[in-house]
């Protein structure tokens, strides 16, 4: 599965793309991509979410990783960053998938006093033009 967007907070040369698992880049540099997942599980033993990145459709080798998630009811954030050389007009997909299907990425509503939890939060950085 891939991660999918339906807001922004601050943009600066990236874009969420059609459809709005696709982050755009309109400037060519290097760009280092951060993200959290807000893992969930709701029943059964313990599970593993797979993830990776990919780049204009393509999956970036050696980019994956497996993160365990633990039990019934067990919460899990799963972080880390991607540092990747764009050209412009790619795009970025933060890919998903699981061995278990009561696994989710999970968003919560506000309750007092927390705010509320997105289930996916993506940070693109511009790190450094091409060098030619």
Do not use: C
Request: glycine content about 6%; cysteine-free; aromatic content about 10%.
């Amino acid at each position: 599965s891939q991660s999918r967007y339906n807001r922004t907070d601050l943009t600066n040369s990236v874009s969420v793309g059609s459809p709005t698992s696709r982050i755009v880049v309109n400037t060519s540099g290097i760009y280092n991509f951060q993200f959290s997942l807000q893992l969930d599980k709701a029943s059964g033993a313990a599970g593993h979410v797979y993830i990776w990145a990919r780049i204009n459709g393509v999956d970036v080798p050696n980019s994956a990783s497996e993160v365990a998630v633990q039990g019934t009811v067990a919460e899990t954030i799963a972080a880390w960053n991607f540092v990747l050389e764009m050209a412009a007009g790619d795009y970025f997909q933060l890919m998903w998938s699981v061995d278990d299907t009561n696994i989710q990425i999970k968003a919560v509503t506000a309750a007092a006093p927390v705010p509320a939890i997105p289930s996916a939060i993506l940070t693109v950085t511009f790190v450094s033009a091409l060098l030619t």
